[in-house]
Structures are given as structure tokens and as C-alpha cells.
């Protein structure tokens, strides 16, 4: 079974602009989750979905948006893109017969300059 | 809130020794309790959960984590360190709210030295 695919790997940004991150979750498994993680804050939930719905969202401001499709796979947006997202993005799945179990992808690395 | 918490920044330990890496908990009701580890440039990894049954709980690549309701932890163990083992080290518990949402501990760095 194919795992957490993540898509761009690497990503290079100005201030000010914005970006779209996306996340193909393992087949069948219907939650996707987003974290952050930065040297200085660690690993911090964003948000999750589930069947197309938001089921959780951390404590990021309005810039930090998603959604899923009907196929599962889910997307973020950041916009005005600030020095401080700078940051490894990672997405996790979670379903079938593990529940509770997050799979994490490779992650995005986004540079903002 | 459920958190976790990490009191070692970084562990060392000689090949072939037991390694431990601590991890508290505080959580309102019964607590959901996971180990991840993540190698450089990559996501994480499940390596085991505690939900619920016996407090000593099995994970992947030989290393298991006790569950300690009195003193609120789940200290994840090995019996013999490798040097492959050395990497990030995070603990986590679910969110209040319903869904899978995790709440990582700020993780420890382990160094296996051969």
C-alpha cells in the first residue's frame, strides 16, 4: 500500500505571497491531518479533516486554511506569507483498522524569504 | 489540555546499552499515548501507542514503552541501543476533541555512539 505522498517537496516564497501545499492520504483512510514544525516551536497541530469536513484546528491565524476533496486527498493554504512560516509542513492520515495511528509524509519544506 | 512532556533534550547511550526516553503526561480522562521518531529530512514513524490492556506495550524495531498511570508517564525503552537508532524521539497524546489530532512533546535527539 502506497504511503503519505506529499507535494512540492521544497518550496521557495516571498513574503507576502501565498502557497498551496498538497497531500494524498494512504487509500482508504478518510482523516488527514496538517502540522507544523519549526526549530523553535516544535511539531504543532494545525488542522484536520475528515470525509471533507474540518474536525480540529490548532491555534494559527486565519492565513492557515484547507480543505479536502471527495477522494480524501487534502489541501493547505497560506496566505501573506510571513518569515515565520518558514517551516517543515507535514501531513498524516489516519484510518482503517488503526485508528488513533497518525502516517505521516516526507513533508514540505517551505522557505519563506 | 492533554499535553506531554519531554524533561531531555538530547540522550546519549553506547551501543549495545538499554536506552530510555522519558515522557510525562497530563491529560483530563484516560489518556491516548504514542511514540514517534523521525530521521533527518524525514516524517515521522509510528513506533507505538498505548490506548488501553497491558501497560508494557510492544512497537516496532525492538522497542517497547510502559505505561505508568501513578506516575503519569510512558518512558519508551529498548534493551540494546544501535547506532541506527539514533534520531528524533517524540512523544504525543490525542487531542481533547474528537478525531486523530495529535499534541507532540518538543522531542529528545538520541545519540547512540557505537
Known amino acids: 500500500k502506497a504511503g503519505v505522498t506529499q507535494t512540492p517537496r521544497y518550496l521557495i516564497k516571498t513574503r507576502g505571497q501565498q502557497v498551496t501545499l498538497s497531500c494524498s492520504p494512504i487509500s482508504g483512510h478518510r482523516s488527514v491531518s496538517w502540522y507544523q514544525q519549526t526549530p523553535g516551536q516544535g511539531l504543532q497541530f494545525l488542522f484536520e479533516y475528515f470525509s471533507e469536513t474540518q474536525r480540529n484546528k490548532g491555534n494559527f491565524p486565519g492565513r492557515f486554511s484547507g480543505r479536502q476533496f471527495s477522494n480524501s486527498r487534502s489541501e493547505m493554504n497560506v496566505s501573506t506569507l510571513e518569515l515565520g512560516d518558514s517551516a517543515l509542513y507535514l501531513c498524516?492520515?489516519?484510518?482503517?483498522?488503526?485508528?488513533?495511528?497518525?502516517?505521516f509524509g516526507p513533508g514540505t519544506r517551505l522557505t519563506v524569504t | 489540555a492533554q499535553s506531554v512532556a519531554q524533561p531531555e533534550d538530547q540522550v546519549n547511550v553506547a551501543e549495545g546499552n538499554p536506552l530510555t526516553v522519558k515522557c510525562t503526561y497530563s491529560?483530563?480522562?484516560?489518556?491516548?499515548l504514542f511514540w514517534y521518531v523521525q530521521y533527518p529530512n524525514r516524517g515521522l514513524q509510528f513506533l507505538l501507542k498505548y490506548i488501553t490492556g497491558d501497560n508494557l506495550v510492544k512497537g516496532s524495531y525492538g522497542f517497547e514503552a510502559e505505561f505508568n498511570k501513578s506516575q503519569t508517564s510512558f518512558h519508551l525503552k529498548k534493551p540494546s541501543a544501535l547506532v541506527s537508532d539514533s534520531a528524533l524521539y517524540f512523544c504525543?497524546?490525542?487531542?481533547?476533541?474528537?478525531?486523530?489530532?495529535?499534541?507532540f512533546g518538543k522531542g529528545t535527539s538520541l545519540l547512540v555512539t557505537p
Open positions: 498524516a492520515s489516519s484510518g482503517g483498522t488503526q485508528a488513533y495511528e497518525q502516517y
Open positions: 504525543a497524546v490525542r487531542g481533547l476533541n474528537s478525531g486523530y489530532a495529535l499534541n
Open positions: 491529560v483530563s480522562g484516560n489518556p491516548y
